[in-house]
């Protein structure tokens, strides 16, 4: 049996996605196709413009037969963790291909650069220590790290992301065929083209332009999400943490917590506040996944605790994903999960914590956490 599998965040699900995913069941014609998806938080930091259950019910309602969720312990973290979790769980959930789109297209360079890294761990690992040293931010310093090993280089955020999916899968030396797909749009393209970046959509959607032409269904839509809402809970939050608790967030590393202090009376947006923070060590995503870190009161030790993850959380399937998930339930190592009530682990009640931040901007949000139906009937939309 081939089965598919894709990792995704679908914020917001467009027709680039669709071409994707249409293109990735031609490559390996599957019997089932699962999707890894961010849940209501992705990996740049914010919240997703739309839930993860709308998400998640377009990803089936277009192709997908299992949307399975990448817990927020890992996804709010470094491209190293969200791919080591995406391969991980989709790994055990019994994945034979997995396709992921690139700015390069090219398998056999991602697959080089992951087998050099595994077979010189010393060297690469030393060549990035010397380089943050040097005061480079870790994605620069893994760059400069490559060209002293290989010369070679991986720059663009898809193509970082790739290179950590196929490290994981070598590393493991996980039975999974690996392809990719060129992207055919510019990753920070804020224009809308023929196929649309989704961060192009994501500021037409919120200035309220017309995007019929590239998204799927539009009533999906009728109430968008956006980090700035959560602006003056962060600022209170920074506002009342003394420096001692502040030192304990994950990611607040380095004396950071002491330009935060300096910077939160005077900063009025969330825009604003992210531009102060963001600096030649700091990238933007990382601030932004420090800043979420805060709103949640995540210490570094209720982070540690997540892991190990040995549980798969299943978002949306239809009949096809449930009828596979049945035969595999028996074997796979990791519990499957289809209500939340169901099993008991610290990731999951991290979960249940960032559905109850959500709520503050979507009344209805620990609803819908607890009383999802995962089964999708297509036949009845």
Do not use: W
Not at 229 to 255: A, P, R, S
Not at 293 to 301: G, R, S, V, Y
Request: hydrophobic fraction near 35%.
């Amino acid at each position: 049996m081939k089965i598919l599998g894709i990792i995704v965040e679908y914020n917001p699900f467009h027709t680039g996605h669709l071409y994707h995913l249409q293109k990735a069941k031609e490559m390996v014609k599957p019997d089932l196709t699962i999707a890894i998806m961010s849940g209501n938080y992705v990996q740049r930091g914010e919240v997703a413009i739309i839930d993860k259950f709308k998400r998640s019910e377009l990803a089936i309602k277009y192709g997908v037969d299992l949307v399975i969720e990448l817990p927020f312990a890992y996804v709010n973290q470094s491209a190293d963790y969200f791919c080591k979790g995406a391969i991980d769980l989709l790994y055990h959930i019994g994945i034979t291909d997995l396709v992921f789109g690139s700015e390069c297209g090219d398998i056999h360079l991602f697959k080089e650069i992951a087998s050099a890294i595994k077979n010189n761990p010393a060297d690469y690992d030393q060549y990035v220590k010397n380089a943050m040293k040097q005061g480079l931010r870790y994605p620069d310093a893994c760059n400069q790290a490559l060209s002293l090993l290989l010369n070679k280089s991986i720059q663009t955020p898809n193509d970082l992301l790739g290179l950590g999916y196929v490290k994981e899968v070598i590393n493991h030396d996980y039975p999974i065929c690996l392809h990719c797909i060129q992207r055919s749009n510019d990753y920070h393209d804020t224009s809308l083209t023929k196929i649309a970046s989704a961060t192009a959509l994501r500021k037409a959607l919120k200035e309220k332009q017309d995007v019929h032409d590239y998204l799927l269904d539009m009533s999906y839509y009728d109430h968008l999400y956006d980090q700035s809402n959560f602006f003056d809970y962060l600022k209170y939050q920074i506002i009342i943490q003394d420096i001692h608790h502040l030192k304990k967030i994950h990611l607040v590393d380095e004396g950071i917590e002491n330009l935060l202090k300096k910077v939160i009376f005077d900063t009025n947006s969330y825009e604003e506040l992210v531009n102060s923070l963001t600096s030649k060590r700091y990238t933007k995503t990382r601030i932004q996944r420090m800043l979420l870190h805060i709103l949640m009161n995540n210490t570094k030790d209720e982070i540690k605790n997540c892991f190990p993850i040995d549980y798969i959380l299943v978002l949306k399937m239809n009949q096809k994903g449930q009828k596979y998930l049945k035969t595999i339930k028996k074997t796979c190592s990791y519990h499957i999960i289809t209500n939340l009530s169901s099993y008991k682990h610290p990731a999951l009640d991290l979960e249940i914590k960032s559905s109850k931040l959500l709520s503050l901007i979507d009344h209805q949000m620990i609803k819908k956490e607890f009383q999802n139906i995962p089964v999708i009937e297509l036949s009845k939309r």
